[in-house]
């Protein structure tokens, strides 16, 4: 070929990896592996093997056990024996593990990276130089939180033995961001790798073999959904860290809403990539690139949904077709190619399935014409799909809202940046958005107003160790990586005091009738800033402690809680005012509560019987309570992480949104202002439920209210029957979140019934907190059950 010709064509000859040092890993195995249970390899006593292909040929790769019931069971024995004495090894001892482990993570990182593409098919490009790497990366990284976990988190303790399941677009980089954590917080762990890939996970436990990782800290089952199904519902396992699809992480919800176990779900997206007209266009095509065709798209927090504005839109889309029409898709050990293989049939059959969709929708589509790799060994292409460019796509379209997990870019267009933001936010989903501007205020600007975990500004698809990762809205919650990621691998050490007695029991008070509406003496509920009569026109009686009336109360119903939930959206403006003023008004409360300190004391007397002096400690910690969230208000800030590039990323608390709150009877006016605070501290708004039986509490309390400029909508109280309140709450899918201290019937209920749009949830599941004890009711773990963390990239240089 001539001079000129190479530089015409630009072909590329082939430049494959060996797949040797694979291969003869797998024949020393003589390709069948068994599981990983308190340091043994073993049979799978169910006697079933299932097999694992090489996506890019369909070769079988290895038999691999599958772990049925005694198997798992097995599993959990081995992590719960070994918990103890692994939790109370000291942080330098469990350091040094996670150091060694990521020495010999290093050492063998060429056959991790050959062994994960064949098992998977993405490129070796990818696996060397993004997976595996970033894998080190963070067993490097908790090591460090190890060593540091005491000094760092004094007040917090491991949970217990932990189950993990993760998916197979990233297996050794799913697992590393869930066994590095859970392993320096000193948890021990039962993985169960995605049935498509589990080669590197099995590599990985032979390496926690040579480092001499004490037997069943880290055990390995391997097997389907029906084994991840076991482990979700095996009682010994404290936490269940879940990555994978949002149906199967609302499955596992529900499975787990009648325990205590703790539970992070890392679930889908449909992330938008924003291309404003100032944008350095060609950058932002080759970010596309990576945002979509990185991985064949079968990446969570994939940008696959394009939005750009009109002005530029011509131009950005016919850019965009000429670099497609460079992509090179074939062998995925060939260096040179950027897109490998789908990971199976069943999955471009899906792909293509979607793609139909949005053709009988009317979208006008693109592909990629080049030659896919045939597949010798079975008839048709293989598993491979065409780079593919949807345009003309209408945002509620099937292919606008639904995860396509494939090669696939939906694109639309806007002209303003509010238009920008609402369709960007047009989604279940909130895992990740990209903004590109080359003007920093107004991708700042932006990148707030989006609801996602992550934004990446001008840059696209990064993550590190130091800086978590994880979704808003149906994408999940929890997240993984930094030190918020350490959070989800602890819990709080118990506080040891004693409960006070504060008040007698909830059962002894008198039951009380629905009456029809007395005007005057029932107390109405509190919506948008104003008192209003319950739509049912029913009210109920309060007794108190004496068994006389003491008055009545509004019996809200679904249509309130709509009325008060619509009010608290009204009140966004809430969510972006400063800090400051947060604080100023809290502060206010404060001041207005001390005010009437003897009207409240008078009536938590009556109302439930404690004596007077028990009440005025009950006013008085309400007060210090106040001043406590006041003062937390602008101390609640986010980090500015330093990951290896040249770049920051700012961890920013943000307030989850619309708040369910569903309160306890005890100490009714202190249990509800522990809610309420960090809520309203953090800039939620919230839809608050009080203590049937001592609503009146918080009824009086509306005043204070008015009386401290909390601005309407902010705070709106339904009073009634608190658990078919707390229903309506949980079923609604404009609440964001929902916390329920109420009896365990009412908080299982409430965990099940919020799947709809997977809700960040809290319950007390059933247990009766100290609410005069500052360490469980008071301070920065309800100010980070208030909020979500999200991460916005930001590089810097030319
Ligand atoms: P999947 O939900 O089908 O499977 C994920 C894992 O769950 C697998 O190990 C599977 O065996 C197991 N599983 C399946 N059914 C189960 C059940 N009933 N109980 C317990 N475990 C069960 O998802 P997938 O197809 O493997 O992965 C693709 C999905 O994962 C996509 O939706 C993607 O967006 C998501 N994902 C999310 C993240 C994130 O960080 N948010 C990262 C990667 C992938």
């Given at each position: 070929m001539e001079i000129t010709e190479i530089f015409k064509t630009m072909e590329y000859s082939p430049a494959p990896e060996s797949p040797d040092l694979a291969l003869e890993w797998l024949k020393e195995h003589k390709s069948k592996f068994g599981l990983f249970i308190n340091g043994k390899w073993c049979k799978a006593k169910s006697g079933k093997v299932f097999s694992t292909d090489n996506p890019a040929n369909g070769k079988k790769l290895a038999s691999i056990s599958e772990a049925g019931k005694s198997d798992v069971d097995a599993a959990v024995r081995a992590a719960k024996l070994a918990f103890p004495k692994w939790k109370s090894l000291s942080g330098h001892e469990r350091a040094r593990y996670l150091y060694a482990l990521a020495r010999q993570l290093q050492k063998h990182s060429r056959l991790f990276a050959v062994l994960e593409t064949m098992d998977n098919g993405k490129t070796i490009r990818e696996t060397r130089d993004i997976d595996i790497p970033l894998v080190i990366r963070h067993f490097y990284h908790h090591s460090g939180w190890a060593?540091?976990?005491?000094?760092?988190?004094?007040?917090?303790?491991?949970?217990?033995?932990?189950?993990?399941?993760?998916?197979?677009?990233?297996?050794?980089?799913?697992?590393?961001?869930?066994?590095?954590?859970?392993?320096?917080?000193?948890?021990?762990?039962?993985?169960?790798?995605?049935?498509?890939t589990p080669l590197t996970a099995l590599l990985f436990a032979e390496i926690c073999s040579q480092v001499g990782l004490p037997p069943g800290v880290f055990n390995l089952v391997t097997g389907p959904g029906q084994t991840g199904s076991l482990m979700v519902n095996h009682p010994d396992l404290k936490k269940i860290a879940f990555t994978g699809s949002t149906d199967v992480g609302r499955l596992i919800r529900e499975a787990t809403a009648d325990t205590d176990k703790k539970l992070t779900l890392e679930l889908g997206g449909k992330s938008p990539f924003i291309i404003f007209e100032d944008a350095d266009l060609d950058s932002a095509i080759e970010g596309l690139v990576d945002a979509i065709w990185f991985n064949q798209g079968q990446v969570c927090c994939a940008g696959s949904r394009l939005l750009v504005q009109e002005s530029v839109a011509e131009k950005v889309i016919d850019r965009l077709k000429k670099?497609?029409?460079?992509?090179?898709?074939?062998?995925?050990l060939d260096k040179s190619m950027d897109m490998g293989a789908i990971i199976?049939?069943?999955?471009?059959e899906r792909i293509q399935n979607l793609v139909d969709q949005g053709k009988k929708e009317g979208a006008a589509i693109w592909q990629w014409e080049g030659?896919?790799?045939?597949?010798?060994?079975?008839?048709?292409?293989?598993?491979?799909?065409?780079?593919?460019?949807?345009t003309n796509v209408s945002p509620a379209s099937i292919i606008a809202q639904t995860e396509i997990f494939g090669p696939v870019l939906v694109s639309m267009t806007f002209r303003t940046t509010d238009e920008a933001v609402m369709l960007a936010n047009n989604s279940a989903y909130g895992l990740a958005a990209s903004v590109w501007s080359e003007n920093i205020n107004q991708a700042l600007h932006v990148a707030p107003k989006l609801k996602s975990g992550v934004v990446w500004i001008n840059c696209t698809n990064q993550f590190d160790a130091s800086v978590g990762f994880g979704g808003y809205r149906e994408s999940g919650y929890g997240r993984e990586g930094?030190?918020?990621?350490?959070?989800?691998?602890?819990?709080?050490?118990?506080?040891?005091?004693?409960?006070?007695?504060?008040?007698?029991?909830?059962?002894?008070?008198?039951?009380?009738?629905?009456?029809?509406?007395?005007?005057?003496?029932?107390?109405?509920?509190?919506?948008?800033?104003?008192?209003a009569r319950p739509d049912s026109g029913y009210s109920l009686n309060v007794v108190n402690a004496d068994g006389s009336l003491a008055g009545e109360i509004g019996d809200g119903n679904r249509k309130d809680i709509r009325n008060a939930v619509e009010a608290a959206h009204k009140s966004s403006g809430w969510q972006s005012s400063t800090p400051h003023l947060r604080a100023q008004i809290l502060y206010f409360l404060a001041e207005n509560l001390e005010t009437r300190a003897v009207e409240f004391k008078k009536r938590i007397t009556q109302l439930t019987g404690v004596t007077e002096k028990q009440a005025a400690l009950e006013v008085k910690t309400s007060v210090s309570r106040i001043f406590t969230y006041a003062a937390l208000a602008d101390k609640h800030e986010g980090m500015i992480h330093q990951p290896p590039m040249?770049?920051?990323?700012?961890?920013?608390?943000?307030?989850?949104?619309?708040?369910?709150?569903?309160?306890?009877?005890?100490?009714?006016?202190?249990?509800?202002?522990?809610?309420?605070?960090?809520?309203?501290?953090?800039?939620?708004?919230?839809?608050?439920?009080?203590?049937?039986p001592f609503a009146l509490v918080v009824t009086d309390f509306y005043?204070?209210?008015?009386?401290?400029?909390?601005?309407?909508?902010?705070?709106?109280?339904?009073?009634?029957?608190?658990?078919?309140?707390?229903?309506?709450?949980?079923?609604?899918?404009?609440?964001?979140?929902?916390?329920?201290?109420?009896?365990?019937?009412e908080c299982t209920e409430a965990c099940k019934l919020s799947t709809g749009n997977m809700k960040i949830i809290w319950t007390n599941n059933g247990a009766q907190l100290d609410w005069f004890d500052n360490q469980q009711s008071e301070g920065r773990e309800w100010m980070r059950r208030a909020s979500q963390v999200k991460n916005v990239w930001i590089p810097y240089g030319e």
């Amino acid at each position: 070929m001539e001079i000129t010709e190479i530089f015409k064509t630009m072909e590329y000859s082939p430049a494959p990896e060996s797949p040797d040092l694979a291969l003869e890993w797998l024949k020393e195995h003589k390709s069948k592996f068994g599981l990983f249970i308190n340091g043994k390899w073993c049979k799978a006593k169910s006697g079933k093997v299932f097999s694992t292909d090489n996506p890019a040929n369909g070769k079988k790769l290895a038999s691999i056990s599958e772990a049925g019931k005694s198997d798992v069971d097995a599993a959990v024995r081995a992590a719960k024996l070994a918990f103890p004495k692994w939790k109370s090894l000291s942080g330098h001892e469990r350091a040094r593990y996670l150091y060694a482990l990521a020495r010999q993570l290093q050492k063998h990182s060429r056959l991790f990276a050959v062994l994960e593409t064949m098992d998977n098919g993405k490129t070796i490009r990818e696996t060397r130089d993004i997976d595996i790497p970033l894998v080190i990366r963070h067993f490097y990284h908790h090591s460090g939180w190890a060593q540091l976990l005491e000094s760092e988190f004094p007040e917090h303790i491991a949970i217990g033995p932990v189950g993990q399941i993760i998916p197979w677009n990233f297996p050794l980089l799913m697992l590393s961001w869930k066994v590095a954590p859970a392993l320096a917080a000193g948890n021990t762990v039962v993985l169960k790798p995605a049935e498509y890939t589990p080669l590197t996970a099995l590599l990985f436990a032979e390496i926690c073999s040579q480092v001499g990782l004490p037997p069943g800290v880290f055990n390995l089952v391997t097997g389907p959904g029906q084994t991840g199904s076991l482990m979700v519902n095996h009682p010994d396992l404290k936490k269940i860290a879940f990555t994978g699809s949002t149906d199967v992480g609302r499955l596992i919800r529900e499975a787990t809403a009648d325990t205590d176990k703790k539970l992070t779900l890392e679930l889908g997206g449909k992330s938008p990539f924003i291309i404003f007209e100032d944008a350095d266009l060609d950058s932002a095509i080759e970010g596309l690139v990576d945002a979509i065709w990185f991985n064949q798209g079968q990446v969570c927090c994939a940008g696959s949904r394009l939005l750009v504005q009109e002005s530029v839109a011509e131009k950005v889309i016919d850019r965009l077709k000429k670099r497609m029409a460079k992509l090179r898709v074939g062998d995925p050990l060939d260096k040179s190619m950027d897109m490998g293989a789908i990971i199976a049939p069943i999955q471009k059959e899906r792909i293509q399935n979607l793609v139909d969709q949005g053709k009988k929708e009317g979208a006008a589509i693109w592909q990629w014409e080049g030659k896919l790799p045939q597949n010798a060994e079975k008839k048709g292409d293989g598993c491979y799909f065409p780079p593919t460019l949807f345009t003309n796509v209408s945002p509620a379209s099937i292919i606008a809202q639904t995860e396509i997990f494939g090669p696939v870019l939906v694109s639309m267009t806007f002209r303003t940046t509010d238009e920008a933001v609402m369709l960007a936010n047009n989604s279940a989903y909130g895992l990740a958005a990209s903004v590109w501007s080359e003007n920093i205020n107004q991708a700042l600007h932006v990148a707030p107003k989006l609801k996602s975990g992550v934004v990446w500004i001008n840059c696209t698809n990064q993550f590190d160790a130091s800086v978590g990762f994880g979704g808003y809205r149906e994408s999940g919650y929890g997240r993984e990586g930094g030190r918020e990621g350490m959070f989800e691998y602890l819990k709080p050490k118990e506080s040891g005091i004693s409960k006070n007695q504060i008040r007698k029991s909830v059962a002894k008070v008198k039951a009380s009738a629905t009456t029809a509406l007395s005007l005057d003496r029932t107390a109405k509920l509190y919506i948008g800033g104003k008192q209003a009569r319950p739509d049912s026109g029913y009210s109920l009686n309060v007794v108190n402690a004496d068994g006389s009336l003491a008055g009545e109360i509004g019996d809200g119903n679904r249509k309130d809680i709509r009325n008060a939930v619509e009010a608290a959206h009204k009140s966004s403006g809430w969510q972006s005012s400063t800090p400051h003023l947060r604080a100023q008004i809290l502060y206010f409360l404060a001041e207005n509560l001390e005010t009437r300190a003897v009207e409240f004391k008078k009536r938590i007397t009556q109302l439930t019987g404690v004596t007077e002096k028990q009440a005025a400690l009950e006013v008085k910690t309400s007060v210090s309570r106040i001043f406590t969230y006041a003062a937390l208000a602008d101390k609640h800030e986010g980090m500015i992480h330093q990951p290896p590039m040249r770049g920051l990323a700012l961890a920013l608390n943000e307030p989850i949104g619309v708040l369910g709150l569903v309160c306890p009877d005890e100490a009714p006016l202190l249990s509800m202002l522990s809610m309420l605070l960090p809520a309203i501290a953090m800039g939620n708004s919230v839809v608050l439920v009080p203590s049937r039986p001592f609503a009146l509490v918080v009824t009086d309390f509306y005043q204070v209210l008015e009386t401290s400029d909390v601005p309407s909508g902010v705070v709106n109280i339904v009073t009634g029957d608190s658990a078919k309140l707390g229903t309506v709450l949980a079923k609604h899918d404009d609440v964001a979140g929902l916390w329920v201290a109420g009896t365990k019937t009412e908080c299982t209920e409430a965990c099940k019934l919020s799947t709809g749009n997977m809700k960040i949830i809290w319950t007390n599941n059933g247990a009766q907190l100290d609410w005069f004890d500052n360490q469980q009711s008071e301070g920065r773990e309800w100010m980070r059950r208030a909020s979500q963390v999200k991460n916005v990239w930001i590089p810097y240089g030319e």
